[in-house]
């Protein structure tokens, strides 16, 4: 796995951070708006932000004086592509596993 992947797979092992980042895929969003919507503290919620914010998942945008955040498809593109990708490996020696395994039967 690509060193630049743990950071994104580590932000998404956390129910929580999984949890704001699709409300974020819905629409830009304060953290003082996502507090109301989990049983978690605003302060709580902007580490989670922070997190995401590291892994390139989210990014925040100013508006005005309050600071919205907003998902990053093109973060979840480059994880899905490698997730792709190691699928793509297993299907090909899963395919040379049962190769070999149908030449034995005959």
Do not use: C, N
């Amino acid at each position: 796995m690509s060193d630049t992947l743990v950071p994104v797979f580590a932000a998404l092992a956390d129910d929580t951070r999984w949890a704001v980042l699709q409300e974020l895929g819905r629409s830009e969003q304060s953290a003082s708006a996502l507090a109301t919507r989990f049983p978690v503290t605003r302060q709580a919620i902007a580490k989670h932000l922070a997190v995401l914010a590291d892994a390139g998942l989210v990014e925040p945008v100013r508006v005005g004086r309050e600071v919205r955040y907003r998902a990053l498809g093109a973060r979840l593109s480059q994880t899905a592509a490698a997730l792709e990708a190691i699928g793509a490996q297993w299907d090909r020696r899963l395919a040379g596993i049962k190769r070999i395994a149908e030449s034995l039967e005959h």
